[in-house]
């Protein structure tokens, strides 16, 4: 079972130690779910340029055959985060699901194909409405609009000061959405426009009960994944074993509710890797 050539990390909570405990035991019945930006791919200036990490696939081709699921869940489309993470017709994720916009969307690999409700027309009017409210702010130079189908998002880490133009359309965007029956989803200087209703939490919780699992690894990065920290420590007090993984430092409202810290898409991957090292080599 152990592989003392690749140790694993210790988690910093009892919790998480328990998590990682049952996990290992019992990988057949544990859902092993990640976000996709800054935790399986580097965080970079342009989102279209975005993809998961080279040690990455490795890494899930190893695991996923081992444990009951793997789920990629995001606020990206669902194919979009297929094609920038290299996913489809790899080799040992026939059975990879990945829930696009925060679960609203669902690419299975098994089938390769999308199920999708119907685009929302609240994100179709706040985007006409976008330019106009990004100039009249002050804020829109450097700043650009990533059109994402069910969902919109604006971006500042390009502007002059990314930090500034963040906190001066956070106000003005949340009226814009209000407007629209829409949310705003805070990110790492970015802000996204989407339906209410869908969260990681969300589909997290609703995986995890299809699956039947007993054990739930989920590791993220940003303001987004707090639901689906808040989702997992749930699950926790239901008896299903939980473990809590930051990607990087950047955001302590999430880094401090880990239970194991790691430096970025690389260690995750590595992670992941040593996780497949430590159980049987076979599918539950």
């Given amino acids: 079972m152990g592989n003392p050539a690749h140790p694993l990390p210790t988690p910093s909570t009892q919790a998480g130690r328990d998590g990682l405990a049952v996990l290992l035991g019992r990988p057949g019945r544990a859902v092993v779910a990640l976000d996709f930006d800054g935790t399986l791919a580097d965080i970079v200036p342009d989102p279209e340029q975005s993809r998961a990490h080279p040690d990455v696939l490795p890494a899930l081709s190893a695991l996923a055959p081992q444990v009951a699921a793997v789920a990629v869940i995001t606020g990206r489309p669902a194919d979009t985060a ?52 990004l100039a009249g702010t002050g804020a829109g130079e450097g700043t650009w609009i990533e059109e994402k189908g069910r969902a919109v998002a604006v971006h500042t880490r390009r502007a002059a000061d990314p930090q500034g133009a963040f906190e001066a359309l956070r106000g003005p965007l949340g009226d814009l959405a209000a407007r629209h029956g829409l949310i ?11 339906p209410p209703g869908m969260d990681k939490g969300v589909a997290l919780e609703e995986y995890v009960k299809e699956t039947g699992a007993e054990a739930v690894l989920y590791a993220g990065d940003d303001l987004g994944d707090l639901a689906a920290y808040a989702a997992v420590e749930k699950l926790r007090d239901r008896g299903v074993a939980g473990l809590l993984v930051c990607s990087g430092t950047e955001v302590p409202e999430l880094a401090e509710r880990a239970d194991l810290l790691l430096s970025g898409p690389a260690a995750v991957a590595e992670l992941l890797h040593s996780i497949a090292r430590h159980v049987p080599n076979e599918r539950p």
Wanted: aromatic share 6%; charged share 20%; hydrophobic share 50%.
């Fill in 82 to 133: 297929v094609r920038y993470g290299g996913f489809a017709g790899a080799a040992g994720l026939d059975h990879l699901v990945v829930l696009g916009h925060y679960g609203a969307e669902r690419w299975d690999a098994a089938t390769a194909t999308v199920h999708a409700p119907a685009p929302d027309p609240g994100v179709e009017g706040a985007l006409a409405e976008l330019p106009a409210v």
């Fill in 184 to 194: 705003v989803e805070p990110g790492r200087l970015v802000l996204e426009l989407r």
